[in-house]
């Protein structure tokens, strides 16, 4: 069985995942995703990870939060990270600026996952066209939700309602589409 190995900055993202991957893997793909205590501490021990994994037949995957650093400069230091680790295929995706921006790109899924009625309609507003120039979605998550969205809990509501097909936010759907390409190209 092959098996998609997620590595991943923070729970909360374990969390939105455990929702959203299920409805996203054909069957015969399994997936497992490997929390870091930060941003810092993936970086530091991706490498080791990566260089010491033995089990055949996994893709890799890894998420991060560009929080308010360079994207570009992210990314192309991770996919070193990657290559240095003997493993140049893994995917590399970055959440702009926050996960939560993942969120407000679908309000029908924050508003289902949190029980809040009336979320949905405010999808139309300009911030949350493009919720990936937010600077502080997190923030907005919470003042938009009245401090019902806490990380850890909130992702862990939100994720299994998150629409494949409808998110305005970009850093999301190119996620979803690059798990897709990874998939298709193993299978």
């Known amino acids: 069985m092959t098996q998609l190995v997620?590595?991943?900055?923070?729970p909360s993202a374990r969390e939105m995942l455990t929702g959203l991957l299920p409805r996203m893997l054909p069957p015969g793909i399994a997936f497992r995703c490997v929390v870091f205590?930060?941003?810092q501490d993936l970086e530091k021990r991706l490498l080791p990870k990566l260089r010491g994994w033995q089990a055949a037949d996994t893709l890799f995957?890894?998420?991060r939060d560009k929080d308010q650093g360079d994207c570009t400069k992210i990314k192309g230091r991770l996919t070193q990270l990657c290559s240095n680790a003997g493993r140049?295929?893994?995917?590399?995706?970055i959440a702009c600026h926050e996960l939560e921006s993942w969120y407000l790109g679908d309000l029908r899924a924050v508003e289902r996952g949190l029980e809040i009625n009336g979320l949905a309609p405010q999808q139309g507003k300009a911030k949350y066209?493009?919720?990936d120039r937010l600077a502080n979605p997190f923030q907005?998550?919470?003042?938009?939700?009245?401090?019902?969205?806490?990380?850890?809990?909130?992702?862990?509501?939100i994720g299994p309602h998150l629409s494949l097909e409808r998110n305005s936010s970009h850093s999301f759907s190119v996620f979803v589409s690059?798990?897709?390409?990874?998939?298709?190209?193993?299978?």
């Open 6 to 10: 997620l590595f991943l900055e923070e």
């Open 37 to 39: 205590e930060g941003k």
């Open 61 to 63: 995957v890894v998420l």
């Open 88 to 93: 140049p295929e893994t995917l590399v995706r």
């Open 129 to 131: 066209k493009n919720p």
């Open 140 to 157: 907005e998550l919470q003042r938009l939700t009245g401090n019902r969205y806490q990380k850890v809990s909130g992702s862990r509501n």
């Open 178 to 187: 690059g798990i897709r390409r990874l998939i298709c190209e193993a299978t």
